[in-house]
């Protein structure tokens, strides 16, 4: 089975500008997840979706940061405009429903460095 | 509030030896537990889960963790330590509010000694 697919793998952008990452999950995973990973901290979870419906996106800064998950299966993340403090790591994840003994499949995220 | 704490931030093991990562969590209800390991560069790989059958749970690549309810803790063990399982290792905690979302701790960065 194919894995969870990010791209790009690194971005280096300066603040203030915008970005974009892109997801497309594994084949018929219903939840998708995405995570923000600070480096030596543990991933927190920016937005969750159930289908294309947006479940919990209580950590997601929303004066800066979008998201949406067209027709249910690829999903983009936005940072519009980006900090200094931006720079980490973005993971998404999915699983094939939001009971949580299924267990989360990651992708190999990417990195954003803002200067 | 559910929380996890890992605590040891960084363990060295010389190869061949037993690894023990250390997790507690915090909970009101019967959580599930999950151990994950990320190799540099690499996405998180799940290792085992708790999902309260079997208290002694095996994962891949000869780890297991005893999830024990009296102490709180969730640790990983190995008997054997390879080089090859120099990463970093979360413990992660499901958050049964509704929407099950993972709760991580910090991580434990593994080294394997020659």
């Known amino acids: 089975e194919a894995g969870v697919a990010q791209s790009p793998r690194y971005k280096i952008i300066e603040k203030r500008q915008s970005v974009a990452f892109w997801c497309n999950p594994i084949?018929?995973?219903?939840?998708l997840y995405w995570y923000q990973q600070i480096l030596g901290q543990g991933p927190k979870l920016l937005i969750q979706?159930?289908?294309?419906?947006?479940?919990?996106d209580s950590q997601l800064p929303k004066d800066r940061f979008s998201a949406e998950r067209l027709k249910g299966v690829d999903s983009t993340l936005k940072i519009q405009p980006a900090k200094l403090e931006d720079s980490a790591v973005y993971l998404c994840?999915?699983?094939?429903?939001?009971?949580?003994?299924?267990?989360?499949?990651f992708g190999s995220g990417t990195r954003l460095t803002v200067v | 509030a559910q929380s996890v704490t890992q605590l040891d931030s960084h363990v060295s093991v010389s190869e061949g030896t037993p690894v023990l990562l250390r997790c507690n969590y915090s909970?009101?209800?019967?959580?599930?537990l999950f151990w994950y390991v990320q190799h540099p560069n690499k996405g998180l790989q799940l290792l085992l889960k708790y999902t309260s059958a079997a208290t002694l749970v095996k994962g891949i690549n000869g780890f297991e963790a005893e999830f024990k309810k009296s102490e709180t803790s969730f640790h990983l063990t190995k008997p054997s330590a390879h080089m090859s399982d120099a990463a970093e290792y979360f413990c992660v905690v499901s958050d049964p509010s509704g929407t099950y979302k993972y709760i991580f701790g910090t991580g434990t960065r593994l080294k394997v000694l020659a």
């Open positions: 979706f159930q289908n294309n419906g947006v479940v919990d």
């Open positions: 084949s018929g995973h219903a939840t």
């Open positions: 994840a999915s699983s094939p429903s939001d009971r949580v003994y299924y267990g989360y499949t």
């Open positions: 909970s009101s209800y019967s959580p599930s």
